[in-house]
């Protein structure tokens, strides 16, 4: 179940996103694939036209995700999903593995334990689809739109979408 926050896509965008069809790539689940997964992102944003600021946060936002994925899910792959319209881009991040919910707790993790908080903390929308051990396989979905015409940004005009989730 998805809360609201600063920031969640305008609406009707979602909708917009979800009709045209994602450009998709598989990755060997291994860290040596994080560089062709950010290479792919960067490609696709840039076919796009979007703008730095959205790129980058996007590319923060895949690369920890697909990190998630590497260390935690045991999947030998990495699906990762693009999908653009004129204003709002989505990334979705799928492996085969099963969710474990955790919170961090700085004094055991140490830097680590904050990956999904940072890619709510850039994203406008961030859905985690939680892989159980009855049926496998962790999606995550990232959202970024370009601010609105006008100048104001959708996070200064409508709540952030977060998973329930707070740590993987």
Avoid at 89 to 98: F, N, P, S, T
Wanted: glycine share 8%.
């Amino acid at each position: 179940m998805a809360g609201r926050f600063p920031g969640q896509a305008p609406k009707g965008h979602m909708d917009a996103v979800k009709a045209i069809a994602p450009v998709t790539r598989s990755f060997r689940a291994h860290p040596s694939s994080l560089y062709q997964v950010r290479q792919f992102v960067r490609e696709q944003a840039s076919a796009s036209s979007l703008s730095v600021a959205i790129t980058d946060d996007l590319l923060l936002a895949a690369s920890e995700a697909c990190v998630n994925a590497v260390l935690h899910s045991g999947s030998r792959q990495v699906k990762v999903s693009w999908r653009c319209t004129k204003c709002c881009a989505e990334v979705q991040v799928h492996d085969h593995g099963v969710f474990h919910r955790r919170l961090p707790t700085p004094e055991i993790d140490g830097p680590s334990g904050r990956g999904i908080l940072l890619m709510m903390a850039v994203m406008d929308e961030v859905t985690i689809r939680e892989g159980t051990p009855r049926r496998p396989g962790t999606v995550v979905r990232l959202t970024r739109c370009e601010p609105r015409a006008g100048g104001k940004s959708s996070e200064e005009s409508t709540p952030r979408r977060r998973s329930k989730s707070a740590a993987r």
